[in-house]
């Protein structure tokens, strides 16, 4: 009896220990999967107090880009007001000068048309482009009125040139009457066309025509062969006696 208490005592007291084994590794393992659990969540806020820095950061820039973008557009919106104020100022002044451009060119146009024919086409061309884009307003009065004035300096320079060329001619008012020749003017006085050795003729207007009129002096000749020779060396200065054109309605 007294053995079969003992042996249930032993029993219960090694079963007692083995239960007591099995709580611990359960509980360490509990603690193990918790201390992973916290590692993760520590890691897990790690990175999202990292993600939500960024996005701060980058609400930031946002917000610098955003406020510059409304600088930008102020800015912008009173240089349109300011440009359209100018426009509209333009579109006043255009009111008032451009009758005066109109009139200047016309002017000019007629000084062209009634002085030698050298290159008159090219300068009467010129002074109808300024007209048109003043009339469009592709520039402005003022823009056209300065390059008017610079029409008429270079026609104040053609007045004083002395010169050989080349320039078409219209002799009779017909274009088909144009043709190239070789040509001394002096100023815009007198022209004076080469059209071979020994052969020369002169411009003259007769009944608001350029006809070329045949020059049979010797002398005259002479002296228009050594004119030619003379300003195609670029000897400028010399004693000719050359026949000047007649004023239309007098005789020559």
Same mark, same amino acid.
């Given at each position: 009896?007294?053995?079969?208490?003992?042996?249930?005592?032993?029993?219960?007291?090694?079963?007692?220990?083995?239960?007591?084994?099995?709580?611990?590794?359960?509980?360490?393992?509990?603690?193990?999967? $918790?201390?992973?659990?916290?590692?993760?969540?520590?890691?897990?806020?790690?990175? =999202?107090?990292?993600?939500?820095?960024? $996005?701060?950061?980058?609400?930031?820039?946002?917000?610098?880009?955003?406020?510059?973008?409304?600088?930008?557009?102020?800015?912008?919106?009173?240089?349109?007001?300011?440009?359209?104020?100018?426009?509209?100022?333009?579109?006043?002044?255009?009111?008032?000068?451009?009758? #005066?451009?109109?009139?200047?060119? !016309?002017?000019?146009?007629?000084?062209?048309?009634? =002085?030698?024919?050298?290159?008159?086409?090219?300068?009467?061309?010129?002074?109808?482009?300024? &007209?048109?884009?003043?009339?469009?307003?592709?520039?402005?009065?003022?823009?056209?009125?300065?390059?008017?004035?610079?029409?008429?300096? !270079?026609?104040?320079?053609?007045? %004083?040139?002395?010169?050989?060329?080349?320039?078409?001619?219209?002799?009779?008012?017909?274009?088909?009457?144009? &043709?190239?020749?070789?040509?001394?003017?002096?100023?815009?006085?007198?022209?004076?066309?080469?059209?071979?050795? %020994?052969?020369?003729?002169?411009?003259?207007?007769?009944?608001?025509?350029?006809?070329?009129?045949?020059?049979?002096?010797?002398?005259?000749?002479?002296?228009?062969?050594?004119?030619?020779?003379? #300003?195609?060396?670029?000897?400028?200065? %010399?004693?000719?006696?050359?026949? $000047?054109?007649?004023?239309?309605?007098?005789?020559?």
């Amino acid at each position: 009896m007294v053995a079969l208490v003992a042996a249930l005592l032993v029993s219960t007291t090694a079963g007692g220990k083995t239960g007591l084994e099995q709580k611990a590794a359960e509980l360490a393992k509990l603690r193990s999967d $918790l201390d992973l659990l916290e590692a993760d969540l520590r890691a897990e806020r790690t990175r =999202g107090q990292s993600a939500l820095r960024t $996005l701060e950061t980058r609400r930031s820039s946002l917000s610098m880009q955003l406020d510059a973008e409304r600088v930008r557009s102020r800015t912008a919106r009173k240089k349109l007001e300011q440009m359209q104020s100018q426009l509209e100022e333009r579109k006043g002044r255009s009111q008032v000068f451009l009758p #005066v451009v109109e009139a200047a060119a !016309d002017k000019l146009s007629a000084v062209v048309r009634e =002085g030698l024919p050298f290159h008159r086409d090219e300068r009467l061309a010129a002074i109808e482009e300024i &007209r048109i884009k003043a009339r469009t307003g592709r520039i402005d009065p003022e823009t056209a009125g300065s390059r008017l004035w610079q029409l008429i300096e !270079d026609e104040v320079r053609l007045t %004083g040139e002395i010169a050989r060329t080349k320039v078409p001619i219209s002799l009779d008012g017909k274009d088909a009457s144009r &043709r190239l020749v070789d040509v001394v003017r002096i100023g815009m006085v007198a022209m004076f066309v080469r059209h071979e050795p %020994g052969r020369f003729s002169r411009l003259v207007r007769r009944e608001g025509a350029w006809q070329q009129e045949p020059i049979q002096d010797v002398r005259t000749i002479d002296q228009l062969e050594a004119l030619f020779d003379a #300003v195609s060396k670029q000897v400028l200065q %010399g004693d000719y006696s050359l026949p $000047l054109p007649p004023v239309e309605g007098r005789t020559p």
